[in-house]
Every structure is written in C-alpha cells, then in structure tokens.
C-alpha cells in the first residue's frame, strides 16, 4: 500500500511525505535529518510538530493532535506510523510485538556470512552512547536479522528484519559485527563525509487499530544506499 494521502501538505517541511491518513492512522516517509520528536536542542523542525500543524490546518484552537507510536533516530529516513486518537495509540503500541518492520542499510565491508541474526544484551551509558553489554541484569536482549542483498568490494546492501525494537540497535549490532553503516558518525570510524546516514527503514506491517484488518506500506530504497552499491533491482 503506497498511495499518497491527498490534503493540505504546506505545512510539511521539505521531504516529509504523507503516505496514508485515515481517521485513525497517519503513515509518513521521514526524510533522514529531520528528528521525529522534539529534544532540548531542538524544539520545533520535527515530524511531530509538522504533522501537528497539518492535522491543524493550521488552526491553533483546533483540538486536532497527533500522538507517537514508535520513532526513528533523526538521520533514518523511512516510514514512520503516528495515531490520531489516544486509543488508536495504545492500541498500536499494545499490538507493537506482532508489528514486522523491515529496514535497509548499506554497511561497510563484505560479509563473510551473507545472512544470521545478531543477538545480543544492549544498554545506554550517561553519554547516551547505546553498547552491548554481557550483564543480564542491566542489557536488554536485542535481535537483528539481517541478509545480503548485494555486496560490492567496499559495501553491502543489507536487509534487516528488526526482531526487537531497542534505540540505535540495527547500528550498534552492525558496529559490533565490523560492518557499520556508512555516514554513522556515532557507532562508526567513518574518516570520509557522506551525504547521509546510509539506514532507512523500508516497510512495516501492521493489524490496523480500528478495523483489525492487515495492513501494509512500503517505500523506495533511497537513492543514496543504491549508489553506494552500483544500483539494485528488487
């Protein structure tokens, strides 16, 4: 499902797309560089607060509202799923562990074993910095699947499934295996600049919160990730 919503998009910030609204849902393709929900740093350039706005035609007094439900790190591009009422949110949320997300990435390096998943216990230092951890007792387990879809001498296209949902997980479990993904400042030892961060996340599949009924939406792999692989063919 990738048709377009039709509305009153001047208050989208450029690159933001609306890929499905209904009175329940409002489905989005972020661009990468644009934070999903405001930081002390930054208040008013996120998806949220644009989204707000489009849902409010720009009438402050109307009691029209978005609410978060899951979100991407501020250089990811890809979808991301808002509700539009409270309970259209909880039941999401409530539903999360049956949702299947599907990401792509371009990492460096070859892969020795084109396709596995990666486990391991993930938690968070004071400098906000996400590491794997041995200790049971302060680390999440977190598994990422992951598939070669086209390696080059230099990168790889990648595949993710993401079996659970921690923060920075695709990018700290692809750090640990050597492979980090090209333009990550934070996880990698990138030395050359890149445009972007080369992850996206590329579908999600989902039990909708009114109708019960499955629904799914997919993007195009950026053209970013696929120049860095010399193109790819689905």
């Known amino acids: 499902m990738t048709k377009n919503a039709k509305g009153n998009t001047k208050f989208l910030p450029k690159g933001l797309e609306i890929i499905h609204e209904d009175r329940d849902i409002l489905v989005v393709n972020k661009p990468s560089g644009l934070l999903t929900i405001a930081t002390e740093s930054e208040k008013a350039k996120t998806a949220y ?18 609410f978060i439900v899951h979100r991407l790190d501020r250089d990811t591009s890809g979808i991301l799923v808002f509700a539009k009422t409270e309970s259209a949110k909880l039941n999401l949320q409530d539903n999360w562990d049956t949702t299947t997300k599907k990401y792509v990435a371009v990492t460096h390096g070859k892969w020795e074993k084109q396709e596995g998943t990666i486990s391991s216990y993930l938690t968070e230092n004071k400098a906000l910095q996400v590491y794997s951890t041995k200790d049971q007792s302060i680390g999440k387990l977190s598994h990422t699947q992951y598939k070669v879809l086209k ?84």
């Open 49 to 66: 607060a644009s989204l707000t706005d489009y849902v409010k035609k720009g009438n402050f007094k109307s009691k029209n509202r978005i």
């Open 151 to 234: 390696d080059t001498p230099n990168y790889s296209l990648v595949e993710v499934n993401l079996l659970t949902g921690r923060k920075n997980q695709i990018r700290v479990h692809f750090a640990d295996e050597h492979h980090p993904i090209v333009g990550d400042l934070k996880y990698g030892d990138d030395k050359k600049k890149y445009l972007r961060l080369a992850l996206h996340s590329l579908s999600i599949r989902f039990k909708h919160p009114y109708s019960g009924n499955e629904i799914f939406f997919e993007t195009a792999i950026p053209s970013f990730l696929l120049d860095l692989v010399g193109g790819y063919v689905i």
